[in-house]
């Protein structure tokens, strides 16, 4: 069965700092690939996608993630992280031609201000 | 425009009982999900409907649970005779069209269950 590892189950940064969290999966076909984001007391909200095309894509507030289809990766990173980034972060993957997303268990980061 | 809505946003219930958890998509999205978020268990997936076609339900833990969809909008997600083990938050999503490979799901705020 397909599945998605998180790497991290906790971060905690300071301000500032750079952020990388790791997702790898395990289905080898075609994939589309999500990294969802839960602020506190708030619904999951989509960070961003990638389908197809230039590997390194950008989502809001200065997310991006890498697809790195050698390695089965697709981390998510920001080069300063801000205390409002305090969130649960979801990697998700969806099979090509599939319907149910297949989320990771989440990464909590906690910021420091 | 709206989201994705749902409700109750909160559900306490006794074991044993039966509980109806209501999802209402995003106005014109055609596929509808539903995802349980448990402690230790993430997020699974449990139904999904598209249109008018039948629904999958490879997802659903037990034949407890079960889901309608009227009118091709309104969904309704049904726990028959409770245990402690449904205690989760039921999540609904919705897309423009599930079946094109890159469809986009957006969340509702979940019901959150609790089963004493």
């Known amino acids: 069965a397909q599945s998605v590892s998180q790497h991290n189950h906790h971060v905690i940064l300071s301000e500032a700092a750079s952020l990388e969290l790791g997702c790898n999966y395990s289905?080898?076909?075609?994939?589309?690939l999500f990294w969802y984001v839960q602020y506190p007391g708030q619904h999951l909200q989509l960070l961003l996608k990638?389908?197809?095309?230039?590997?390194l894509v950008k989502g809001i507030k200065g997310f991006e993630a890498e697809f790195i289809k050698s390695k089965f990766s697709f981390n998510l990173r920001k080069p300063s992280v801000q205390w409002s980034d305090t969130a649960e972060y979801f990697c998700?993957?969806?099979?090509?031609?599939?319907?149910?997303?297949?989320f990771g268990k989440g990464t909590t980061l906690s910021v420091s201000s | 425009g709206a989201g994705v809505s749902q409700s109750p946003s909160n559900k306490v219930t006794e074991k044993g009982k039966d509980v109806e958890l209501r999802c209402d998509p995003i106005?014109?999205?055609?596929?509808l999900y539903w995802y349980r978020q448990s402690l230790g268990q993430g997020l699974e997936f449990l139904i999904y409907f598209q249109g008018n076609s039948a629904p999958d339900k490879s997802g659903l833990p037990s034949d407890r649970f079960s889901a309608e969809r009227t009118g091709g909008s309104v969904s309704t997600l049904t726990i028959q005779r409770t245990q402690q083990e449904d205690s989760a938050v039921y999540l609904c999503?919705?897309?423009?069209?599930?079946?094109?490979?890159?469809?986009?799901?957006?969340f509702g705020p979940g019901t959150r269950l609790t089963v004493l």
């Open positions: 999503a919705s897309s423009l069209a599930g079946g094109r490979s890159t469809d986009t799901q957006y």
């Open positions: 998700a993957v969806k099979e090509g031609a599939g319907t149910a997303l297949i």
């Open positions: 106005s014109g999205h055609t596929a």
């Open positions: 990638y389908f197809s095309g230039d590997p």
């Open positions: 289905y080898g076909g075609t994939v589309n």
